[in-house]
Each structure stands twice: as structure tokens, then as C-alpha cells.
């Protein structure tokens, strides 16, 4: 997270507003989003071994993994172009899924959760898992209803408990 350096990287305060006012609400926006972003841990291994961890944390928490696209092997048979080792899994909660298409079948647009795993040189492998409620938000915007939001809260919850097995700090 980037800390707020000085006023300077702030726009002029309108009147009457304090420049600690504005430095105090830049950092709740900075926290907020950083709450928002994706869950990323980075851990050593190769990609082979990083995504039967990442299948053994989903499947604690009651997820399974509908799909795997190996986005380097697609590039290299669709495009002929070398890409580091990337792969997306595609997890679902069967429970939370069936919750919530029964409320709006519109939810199935945003499933199953995508879980991305990235092999990067050193020994390093990233694995990012998305924020089903910055999907919902951005899919359905204001609209998202109540027995929906508290689904994607659920799988927040969940995922979260993913990524901290894996080694996310809390």
C-alpha cells in the first residue's frame, strides 16, 4: 500500500476543509480499495506444485475446480508466442453457487471464481483469487440484491480463508 507522502499529493483542500481532513480520508479510500483488490500470495514452488495447494485450501473451504485453461500452452498453440507459466482456475461453491443463480440468474455471468496462478522466474509463484464482490459490483452495479450480496459475502469470507491457508497476511 502507498502511504501518503505529504500534502502535496493532494489537490488544494476546498474551503473550509483541512489538509489532514483530506490526508485522513485519501488513506480510508487507499485502505478501502486495498481491501477490494484481489487476494494475492506469493509462494515458492512451480506452478504444478503452487496449484495442488491452491485445489487443497479451495476444496477445505467447499470449493472445486470447474476449469483450468493453461494460458501458455493456449498462447503457444493459438498464437505461436512463449508465455510464462500461467494458469486460471475456475473454482465454484456449489452451495453458494446454487444460492445464489436462485436468487438472479444473472450471477452466472460472474462464475465460477477465478483463481490465477503465475510462475515467475526464481521460483516464485503468484496466485491471485478475485473478490466476488468487486465482481458482482462491477456487473451489476447498484442493482446487486440483498440475498446476492450476502452470497458474495460468504464467498469473500471463504476465499479469504484461501488465500490466509496459503500464506496471506490477515
Known amino acids: 500500500m502507498r502511504k501518503l ?33 484481489p ?7 512451480t506452478r504444478e506444485e503452487v496449484i495442488e495447494r491452491v485445489q487443497e485450501a479451495l476444496k477445505a ?7 483450468r485453461i493453461d494460458i501458455d500452452d ?9 508465455f510464462r507459466p500461467y494458469t486460471i482456475l475456475g473454482a465454484c461453491n456449489p ?3 446454487h444460492r445464489a443463480l436462485s436468487q438472479a440468474p444473472d450471477v452466472g455471468l460472474f462464475l465460477p471464481c477465478n483463481v490465477t496462478v503465475d510462475e515467475a522466474e526464481g521460483g516464485r509463484t503468484t496466485v491471485r483469487i478475485v473478490d466476488p464482490r468487486d465482481m458482482l ?3 451489476m452495479g447498484e442493482g446487486v440484491p440483498g440475498a446476492i450480496e450476502e452470497v458474495a459475502d460468504e464467498a469473500r469470507a471463504r476465499l479469504a480463508s484461501v488465500a490466509r491457508s496459503l ?3 490477515s
Open 95 to 97: 452451495s453458494l453457487a
Open 5 to 37: 507522502q505529504g500534502a502535496s499529493l493532494l489537490p488544494p483542500p476546498p474551503h473550509g476543509t483541512s489538509v489532514r481532513k483530506l490526508a485522513v480520508e485519501y488513506e480510508e479510500r487507499t485502505l478501502s480499495m486495498t481491501e477490494q483488490s
Open 39 to 45: 487476494f494475492t500470495v506469493e509462494l515458492s514452488g
Open 74 to 82: 493456449a498462447f503457444k498453440e493459438k498464437l505461436g508466442t512463449p
Open 167 to 169: 500464506g496471506a497476511p
Open 137 to 139: 459490483g462491477a456487473g
Open 61 to 67: 473451504e467447499g470449493f472445486g475446480v470447474l476449469t
